[in-house]
């Protein structure tokens, strides 16, 4: 079954505002969480990633959260942009690097 | 670098033929993988090769066969196509052997069964 799931199947926001885009796993051997984004007609690009020994982690406007305790993820933009419209993938590792294993997704949609 | 390539970009397919996608990366990783994705769906795992040399099912590898020509080839074949392999196919690579365990992804094959 799916162990990696989003909460929410769409997401709309307004242009500078922050969007929170969330995945729970059900998986507590999971060790490795990477999110992904998929704009339309082409293939997943990274964003960010997290190891289950860390809790957050930051890049370049994007901030990924992990608790543990819930097996939830979340994925955080600031001040989002209209090219931060896409399909966003969270995946929880499986099998020490083999695998990814993907949720459905969550398309963020930015609003002038 | 060109990252991860594949070919072709389209295909469509009769039902009962066979065809094969191709996948290359040039990034020197040890680690391939083929996903399909359905339309709203996430991506489901086919085959990986953790590396040259070796080959593994993934999720959904029934109708599908791989083959790892060498570091830096991976090829999906479909011997007998069916309607229910209509998808998006993509191909990934990853160094997990650096402790990073991104995966790089192609831009696609989509690929029609009529």
Redesign the interface.
Known sequence: GES?GLHLPTLSVQEGDNSIINCAYSNSASD?F?W?KQES??????II?IRSNMDKRQGQRVTVLLNKTVKHLSLQIAATQPGDSAVY?C?E?LN??????????TSLLVTP | NAGVTQTPKFQVLKTGQSMTLQCAQDMNHNSMYWYRQDPGMGLRLIYYSASEGTTDKGEVPNGYNVSRLNKREFSLRLESAAPSQTSVYFCASSNFRTGRDEQYFGPGTRLTVT
């Open positions: 990696v490795y990477i992904y007609g082409k293939g997943p690009q990274f990633d993938f995946a590792n020490s690097g083999y695998a990814l294993n993907f949720g459905k997704g």
